[in-house]
């Protein structure tokens, strides 16, 4: 009850006004009950913090964690727990004060409600046997304000970095920003470039090829690494959306995910049964076949070809084997052929 007066209260509240509303809620007792309770509040997770008031002769309180008006319980707070976790294990920073108490709130929640703190404890945690890169350094401001051009439905002009213009430090680009996407250790952002510029002398030649996560010319939407921005402020030109956008569609995916070719491709892997095992256990797609062939196992299933893929490929090469598509099997053979080739050298 006192956490909730404390919630509702929107200001700085005595002991003797919270013992007051108290005794109207549960008749009368102890002031010395309201005190310890408080103290009691106080400590811990501090759902109750002291706080400053007009009289200095009285306590003030006001409301510390756990002060959302949110009503989860304990296994909620735990999944809650481990999202947050995750999320900072993949670069998602969660700075701003809204998420920090609804973070604070789901720890307390679990402290306050079940006979171990597991927070403290560290029985709740995130992980993942892939290897996970350092999150690239970005200003928060900026990401505040490509949230708030999106959000006011404004444009935006934005100083970049970009990737592979030898020579070029820096360049602007006049956007509409579209998406957000959190993926892997950075945070990149779908636009659509209205006018770019470029130093003198030093724009890309129309018609060839652009670096990858820069722009891909005017009048055309491109993926953007939020920690090569160098500056970004909102704008006053109103840029249209392109007509039909959709994050999902393939020319928006191409620029975010890195994929391949224009639509599903048929997959086909002879795996280890060590392999075997895990991929029956965790799909490497909805629609995957696992068949038994003699000593050996066949997956067939239609996925995109994509940097992903070729990932996974590439870090299980000792449990398995491209049988299909030709292009996909010649692709992995080189790239495993170069790979020797550099440790023969040592």
Request: proline share 4%; charged share 25%; with cysteine.
């Amino acid at each position: 009850m006192l956490r909730k007066l404390l919630q509702q209260a929107g200001c700085a509240q005595s002991t003797e006004e919270l013992h007051d509303r108290m005794q109207d809620a549960f008749g009368g007792y102890s002031i010395r009950t309201t005190r310890r309770d408080l103290e009691a509040l106080a400590a811990g997770p501090q759902f109750a913090k002291s706080a400053q008031g007009p009289n200095h002769k009285r306590r003030y309180w006001t409301s510390g964690r756990g002060s959302l008006d949110l009503s989860l319980t304990p296994a909620e707070s735990m999944t809650l727990t481990a999202i947050f976790q995750h999320a900072d294990r993949f670069g998602f920073r969660v700075k701003s004060e809204e998420l920090i108490k609804l973070r604070e709130y789901a720890e307390s929640e679990v402290w306050a409600r079940s006979p171990r703190n597991l927070i403290a404890e560290g029985r709740i945690t995130s992980g993942t046997r892939f290897m996970v890169l350092e999150p690239g350094d970005y200003n928060p401001s900026h990401l505040t304000t490509i949230q708030e051009a999106m959000l006011g439905d404004e444009s935006l002009e934005v100083v970049y970095r970009p990737r592979d213009a030898v020579g070029v430090e820096t360049c602007s680009y006049r956007l509409k920003p579209l998406a957000l996407s959190y993926q892997d250790s950075n945070i990149y952002l779908s636009a659509f470039v209205a006018d770019e510029k470029w130093p003198e002398g030093m724009e890309p030649l129309a018609g060839t090829p652009r670096g990858k996560y820069s722009s891909n010319g005017r009048g055309q939407t491109c993926v953007l690494m939020l920690h090569r921005m160098v500056d970004v402020r909102s704008h006053w030109q109103k840029i249209p959306e392109p007509v039909g956008y959709d994050v999902n569609a393939m020319d928006v995916q191409k620029d975010l995910m890195t994929i391949l070719g224009e639509g599903a491709i048929d997959l086909e892997l002879r795996l280890s049964d060590n392999l075997r095992n895990r991929l029956s256990e965790n799909p490497l797609n909805v629609d995957q076949v696992l068949a038994s062939n003699g000593d050996e196992w066949r997956l067939k299933c239609q996925v995109h070809d994509s940097q992903g893929l070729r990932l996974f490929l590439l870090s299980n090469a000792a449990d398995i084997q491209v049988i299909a598509p030709d292009y996909l099997r010649e692709a992995m053979r080189n790239a495993l052929n170069d790979a020797i080739e550099k440790y023969r050298a040592f």
